[in-house]
């Protein structure tokens, strides 16, 4: 947008034009009298008399753009910079083979624990899109945080680094997969927690300045049998490195159904199987870091756990919008056939050329 600091001195252009107009209609025509009309008809008029017009007008011209140059023209480009305290998050999901538990729906169709845990937790980076930002149910997305990955089954992998890249950590988020081979066997909650921990910690020092605070959501459906690092021992580690647990519980108590083996009719045949989940530990995990432990039977209290998460871990914003001037009186004007001077330099070199052809070509002898 462009404008005017001081508009009103724009009241003196009409001031500026009728005395111009006034000084060209009182010019003088010199008469010479000549013997006969045909003498005055061969005579052409000098370089001087062409131009007689051209110091008046470089006079208006400097009289003009100085009063623009009063007026302050300005053009301002509105701005808005964003300030926020980030959370650096690190997601610890447990693939073991319990994992494969059918206790869980999405949009109605049963599926595994994993399954429904990538998906609440891929709307909780994201946001659910396409939704209204007013419904409380919606998960907002963490735009502004960093996010790692860390998966764990018989031992802890860390898959991502916290980052911005949101899109890439949904990616990876979405290749998990069940542990399968008995190389993998086991759930090593306690080297997942310290590995987490430390990947948060390991964050640069100018990154710190923009942290708010440290966070690990750890989602496990059993009970820590593998890994060399004590469950316990892991939550004095992330308490001293100021990263709170918030540790999730997934799946039933007692027992939950398994997929056996399908079909030849595509049917998949399940079995009722003992299930079991060190909620003692979990809850000490979370209390001993300043965190919180929470229990999801199924998908919607899955994501209601999320929003929880989501509300006690907060970015803060801070929104400042401001305008741009540039000032045109003594800045080159961009236009859309190329720059233009400022306007006291424009008044300047009227001036200076309306002083210069006074001393030369119209100097008067009077």
Known sequence: MSLFLHPWFLLLLPVAFGLAFRAWRREGVTVVSYSSAATRWNLR?????????LPK???????????????????????????????????????????????????????????????????????????SSDDANELAGRLTDRIG???FAGYADAITPPTLDHSFLAGQLDRIRIADSQAEGGTAIGDAVSLAAERLSSLTAKNEKQIQSKVIILLTDGENTAGSVEPMQSAELAKSLGVKVYAIGVGTQGQAPFPVRQTRDGRMLV??????????????????????????TDTDSLKQIYQEIDQLERTKFEVNSYVDYKELAVRWIQTSWGKLPPLLLIALFALGMKLLLSQTLFRSLA
Do not use: C, H, N
């Not at 008029?45 to 017009?53: C, E, G, I, K, V």
């Not at 753009?65 to 301002?76: E, K, N, S």
């Open 45 to 53: 008029p000098s370089l001087r008399q062409r131009l007689a017009w």
């Open 57 to 131: 007008m470089l006079t208006l011209v400097a009289l003009v753009t100085m009063i623009l140059a009063l007026a302050r023209p300005r053009d301002g480009k509105e701005r808005t910079s964003v300030d926020s305290e980030g959370i650096a998050i690190e997601l610890v999901v447990d693939r073991s083979s319990s994992m494969r538990a059918l206790d869980f729906k999405i949009d109605g169709e049963s599926v595994d624990r994993l399954s429904a845990v990538k998906d609440v937790a891929t709307k909780f980076v994201l946001g659910d899109s396409g939704t």
């Open 149 to 151: 990955l860390v998966q």
């Open 271 to 296: 079995r009722m199987m003992d299930v079991s989940i060190d909620e003692d530990t979990l809850k000490a995990i979370a209390d001993t870091t300043g965190g919180r432990y929470f229990r999801a």
